[in-house]
């Protein structure tokens, strides 16, 4: 039998976050996950689990790297039927990506969208790699990531604040996440009229090392 003891008591149609709500609940999560306190227990056992049958209203939509160190209901302390994620190698912003975010927003009303990076990113170094290397090591599947992240990466090979190459992949994450942020705000119509009802697109990088998500400033 089901211990329903720890089982929050959530009910379906109510009202739904707005995205600064949606926002801080993330925040909260991950400061959460930081102590090693978290609360996602009582939202992943079989009452959650049959609650969650007959639909669902995630409060926030993650396009996040395919990553298995990153996965963003554990690092957002977020339960079954929280949040709609969506994981590419890069959190790149292809049509199939778009198209699973405009279904949920306007599907579910979630009023928000956060594409997720993180450090160390393989796909990102992947592209500095190509770019800094005259041989070819990627199979044409792999070079359709990397082509869309290299437009991001591409201006900061050889910058004099990116001579250093752990500065040059950390500053070339937080690029790809925004140009995703961007191509995610401005290449889609039914996102530009969600977005004048109320949706917010944000980046955010996670740490590998310390297990803090933060929320980069536009």
Known sequence: MADKSCTPDIQFHT??????????????????????DGKTQGLVNEARR??????QEPFAIILGCSDARVPAEIVFDQGLGDLFVIRVAGNIV?????????????????????????????????????????EDNYSRSLH???????????PLIGTPECSD????????????????????RNGSPILDELQQDGLQIVGAKYSLKRGIVEFLDE
């Open 144 to 154: 359709s990531i990397v082509d869309r992240i290299r437009p991001a990466v591409e």
């Open 165 to 184: 190459p752990e500065e040059l992949l950390m500053e070339a994450v937080r690029a790809n996440i925004r140009a995703s942020v961007k191509k995610l």
């Open 94 to 134: 292809a049509p199939s990506q778009i198209g699973s975010i405009e279904f949920a927003a306007k599907e579910f009303g979630t009023p928000l969208v956060v594409v997720l990076g993180h450090s160390q990113c393989g796909a990102v170094a992947a592209t500095i790699d190509d770019l800094t290397n005259t």
């Open 50 to 55: 049959n609650q969650l049958v007959g639909g």
């Open 15 to 36: 009202k739904m976050l707005s995205a600064e709500e949606a926002l801080t609940r993330l925040k909260a999560g991950n400061r959460g996950f930081i102590k090693g």
